[in-house]
């Protein structure tokens, strides 16, 4: 698995598919502004200008809200992955 550093996140994206009226089976992220994703891993923090560390508000399992322009895409172990910060997450989704 891949360990994020500072205050990014390993986030998996939830496919959204939404469906017609009529049954065709549309992809749900084309008028969307956000997205939805579970966060897989966690960075330690980051570090204030005096050294002090500041934890993560976001932990492992919590399901995020994010912009869906957001983030670095990577493919780790044949599974679409996204790197995003802290402060790009707008919302925790319970």
Same mark, same amino acid.
């Given at each position: 698995?891949?360990?994020? &550093?500072?205050?990014?996140?390993? !986030?998996?994206?939830? %496919?959204? +598919? +939404?469906?017609? !009226?009529?049954?065709f089976v549309l992809a749900g992220?084309?008028?969307?502004? =956000?997205k939805t994703a579970e966060v &897989?891993?966690?960075?330690?923090? $980051?570090?204030?200008? =005096?050294g002090e560390l500041i934890a ?8 995020? &809200? !994010?912009? %869906?322009?957001?983030? *670095?895409? !990577?493919?780790?172990?044949? +599974?679409?992955?996204? #790197? #995003?910060? +802290?402060?790009?997450? *707008?919302? $925790?989704?319970?």
């Amino acid at each position: 698995m891949l360990k994020p &550093l500072g205050d990014r996140l390993v !986030v998996r994206v939830e %496919k959204e +598919e +939404e469906q017609t !009226v009529g049954g065709f089976v549309l992809a749900g992220g084309s008028k969307e502004a =956000t997205k939805t994703a579970e966060v &897989l891993a966690v960075g330690e923090g $980051i570090r204030t200008l =005096t050294g002090e560390l500041i934890a993560p508000s976001v932990a492992v399992g919590e399901t995020v &809200l !994010v912009d %869906k322009s957001a983030g *670095l895409e !990577v493919k780790h172990e044949g +599974e679409e992955l996204l #790197i #995003i910060r +802290e402060a790009d997450v *707008l919302a $925790i989704v319970s």
